[in-house]
């Protein structure tokens, strides 16, 4: 009798096991029938050549090599505006900055929106210089001296002829990094005449269009290695803003206000 006792609990205890494992077993396959759905799903996505599904994580950030590319095209496109003006052919910005036209069209869709943000990187890199100036310089006058010069080597000259190209010049953008732009080199000069260093029959838009005028060639001429006298011209005007004056000026000094309006 205690034999089969043990015979029969035995197989009752091995009857409780195997049924707690097919328990287990249904649980663990019922759990994992959502994984095997993503799985079944992403392999169908695949299997017509798309990503697999991920979890949302915010847009991507571009590449650095895209970044790159980008960075590439407005400076090629800078170079160019300023030499042949701001109909040059987009096929030359394209070979000018070493990318393909596909390329080229990815990141701006015609025009219009290169020149958009050609004339506002050169915008933003001339007010950053104009408060490096300020900032590295206790004498006013050098201070001005040091922007004017680093302002050509930023090429603020390629904005005068894309300004008369067709784009939104009333961009808020725009209209923003010109406040700020406008803002910094008033500061500069205000400072120099303050101190008695910059003669007063000036005004801002008077540096701002000789800037201009003094560091770009005429558009289409592409005068080979006019670059090597700019620095040196620009040096002969800021000594003659330099006081005392030795002569007295026509007409009457350029503000921001006639700037904006010619």
């Known amino acids: 009798m ?10 009752a205890a091995e009857a409780a096991a195997g049924s707690t494992a097919r328990a287990a077993a249904r649980t663990a396959a019922k759990d994992a029938e959502p994984a095997k759905a993503a799985a079944r799903a992403d392999s ?60 080229l069209y990815r990141n701006f869709p015609d025009r219009a929106a290169l020149t958009h943000e050609v004339v506002l990187a050169v915008t933003s890199r001339t007010t950053l210089r104009a408060e490096e100036a300020e900032a590295a310089e206790a004498d006013p006058f050098a201070a001005l001296s040091r922007f004017v010069h680093a302002a050509a080597d930023e090429r603020i000259g390629a904005l005068c002829p894309m300004l008369s190209g067709v784009f939104d ?12 732009l406008e803002e910094a080199v008033e500061g500069l000069v205000a400072r120099a005449q303050s101190a008695g260093r910059l003669r007063t029959d000036i005004a801002v838009g008077d540096v701002l269009v000789a800037l201009s005028q003094l560091t770009r060639p005429l558009p289409g001429i592409a005068c080979q290695g006019i670059d090597r006298f700019t620095h040196r011209h620009l040096q002969l005007f800021l000594d003659g803003l330099e006081t005392p004056a030795r002569s007295e000026l026509p007409g009457s000094a350029a503000t921001l206000e006639d700037l904006r309006r010619s």
């Open 44 to 103: 169908a996505v695949r299997a017509k050549g798309a990503a697999p599904t991920a979890p949302c994580r915010g847009t991507p950030r571009p590449r650095a090599d895209a970044l790159r590319n980008r960075e590439r095209i407005i400076a090629a496109a800078r170079e160019l505006f300023v030499e042949f003006g701001p109909d040059v052919a987009l096929d030359d910005v394209a070979r000018r900055a070493g990318v393909g036209n596909a390329t």
């Open 169 to 180: 010049r009333d961009h808020p953008d725009l209209l923003a990094e010109r406040g700020r």
């Open 2 to 11: 205690g034999t089969g006792s043990v015979v029969k609990g035995g197989t």
